[in-house]
Structure formats: C-alpha cells, structure tokens
C-alpha cells in the first residue's frame, strides 16, 4: 500500500522509518512545511516529496499519518476523512476539546476509520494486563496505580504550547487506565506542584502531579507524573484484585533501584526516553494501521476513545486550579 506522511518532526520521521520497513507498505509520500525536513526523510527512506497536504492526498495514498503540529490535526484530518483516506492521528485530536467534539462528529458519520496515536495499547505488557482483567485472574479490581516519569523535560517551547502536563503527559494513563481496566473515570481530584524547571512554573504548568480517579465501579487509581525522574523514562503500571496483583513495566530495565540488602534487580540499563521504551509498542501500533487501511480489522483507538481520555484531563486541569473534586461530567461538553 501507498501512505502518506504529514509532518517531518521527531515522531513523523520515526513513523517514516517504521512504515518504509513495514512488508504491507510499498512507498511513502512525505509533506512537511520545512521543505528539508521532507527533503531529508525522501532521501532517508525512499519517500516522493510533496508540497503540501492536498498533494499527497492527491497523490493516490491509500492513507495518512498525521504527525504535524497538534494545530493542524483537526483539518488534516478531516481532510483525509473527505477524501474517503482512512487516517492514523497523533494525539490529541485537537488543541480544544470543542474542536475535537467537531471532528468526532464528522468522522462518526463519515464510515472511514480513523486511529488516534495512544502506543501502550500496542504494548505487550499493557497487553497482558488488559487480557488479564478481563479473564478475571485477578478478581475484582480495587487499586490501579499508573506512573509515567520522564527522565528530562520537553524543551520550553513545547511545554509552552502543550496544554499542560495533564492533556500532554497524564492522558497516556488515562487512556490506558480506560483500556485496561474496562472501566470509565467519573470523578478526579488532582493535586501539582513545581520543584524543577522554572520555566514550566512560568508557563503555568505543573513538573509534578498526582490524580486520584474514581472509576465507575469504585476502583480507586492513582495516577503520577512527573516532568523530573533523572534515573531515566519509567513508565508502569499496578493492577491490585482480590485474587491477584500484576504489573506493567517491571522488567530489568526499569529505572529504580533497591535500597534491599543483596538485590540487583533491576540489572539493565534504564530506559532513557519514551522511544527508547515504547519502539516495539511504535511499530506494533503501525502496523495495525495497515489493516485498518486494508479494511481487515476496525480503529484500535478510535477518536471518541481520546476524546474519553481527553475529558479526564481536563477535569483533572480544573481539580488543580480550584482545589477541589471535579466529576467528569461538569467537564464534559457532547
């Protein structure tokens, strides 16, 4: 198949790379607004080179991935669903959760798929989590605990524009939270603070978070994040039942050490960025991407799916401000 690539930065040219080493992908056309970064990646991956979005739909693409500046993925997308071109999305779906309620409706009635980019679906152990609880081996739920730590933070420009930490970074465990478990959010309570980089204080965000989700059947998770974690990327997942407990990311690479006398776990190196720890989940992801173009399976993760995830932050977003419980649906605007 032909699949068309729109934005050159770091993610789209990771997926430039994954796709043109994918057997169900025979060529790549790449658009970017700086001309050498698609230069660059025609160059690198054997890719054509168009001038601007409307080429490569123009150009006989089979589908798109839209890997450009959050701004642009409301029309880009909805240009892909017009033109009947099934469409893989990075998150989010759009800079406001109004613009993203918009293009939900649209593609809804559309019948051409669109996959929003959430990678720890694609994830083996998230995997194995999630096939656990619906098997019950682990009885019913009563505490989930997500964490994701970022060795280092984004550079100031991109935290500028971001959103804040929980629509950029906490949504990852929201969404997978909601995946795992089965369950829907209906209340949070968020508290943050800012103990690193001055410039995120200055761009009114939070370094460090902690969320406490209240799920429809009364499972209690907590969620943190932090902007700081200088061992390197860790990003986990705990799932307590009443039969058994479980956990995602617990591997010899898990930046953590013990303060137990005697133990060497974990042994590895520690993972030191999301790529690093998420490469096979990237791939996986992508490749579910074809068949969704080659019609052989339905979206993984559909927009009305980010949109889910979408709320819970900005509930969270408003917990924080106001310092108080906020449910989902005083967020919530269908």
């Not at 068309?4 to 658009?31: P, Q």
């Not at 080429?55 to 839209?66: C, M, P, R, S, Y």
């Not at 932090?226 to 898990?254: I, K, M």
Request: aromatic letters at 6%; proline letters at 5%.
């Amino acid at each position: 198949m032909r699949i068309g690539i729109l934005g050159l930065g770091r993610i789209g040219t990771l997926h430039a790379e994954t796709l043109s080493a994918l057997d169900a992908v025979e060529s790549l056309v790449v658009a970017d607004p700086v001309a050498d970064a698609a230069k660059a990646a025609a160059d690198r991956f054997g890719a054509e080179v168009a001038d601007s979005p409307e080429e490569v739909l123009a150009a006989g693409v089979d589908g798109i991935v839209v890997a450009a500046a959050t701004d642009a993925h409301p029309a880009l997308v909805l240009a892909g669903v017009e033109a009947g071109v099934p469409v893989f999305c990075e998150k989010p779906v759009a800079r406001t959760m109004r613009e993203g309620v918009d293009v939900l409706r649209t593609v809804e009635g559309s019948g051409v798929p669109v996959q929003i980019g959430f990678n720890r679906r694609f994830d083996a152990g998230f995997g194995a989590a999630r096939a656990a609880v619906r098997s019950g081996e682990l009885g019913k739920l009563h505490t989930v605990r997500a964490t994701t730590f970022d060795q280092a933070p984004p550079p100031a420009g991109y935290v500028a524009a971001s959103g804040g930490i929980f629509r950029d970074c906490s949504v990852h465990d929201f969404d997978i939270i909601r995946w795992v478990t089965g369950r829907e959010v209906t209340e949070v309570y968020a508290v943050g603070g800012n103990r690193g980089a001055d410039y995120i204080r200055a761009a009114g965000d939070a370094d460090t978070t902690g969320s406490l989700l209240t799920l429809d059947d009364g499972t209690v998770a907590l969620v943190s994040n932090s902007r700081h974690n200088a061992r390197g990327h860790d990003v986990r997942l705990e799932l307590h039942g009443f039969a058994d407990s479980l956990a995602v990311g617990l591997d010899d690479q898990l930046p953590l050490r013990s303060a137990e006398p005697g133990v060497t776990f974990p042994a590895g190196t520690p993972y030191d960025s999301f790529l690093h720890r998420f490469a096979d989940a990237y791939r996986a992801e992508l490749a579910a991407f074809t068949e969704v173009v080659a019609g052989t399976r339905p979206s993984p993760c559909t927009v009305a799916d980010a949109l889910e995830s979408g709320w819970i932050a900005e509930a969270c977003t408003l917990s924080l401000r106001e310092h108080r419980p906020v449910t989902v649906a005083e967020v919530r605007a269908d």
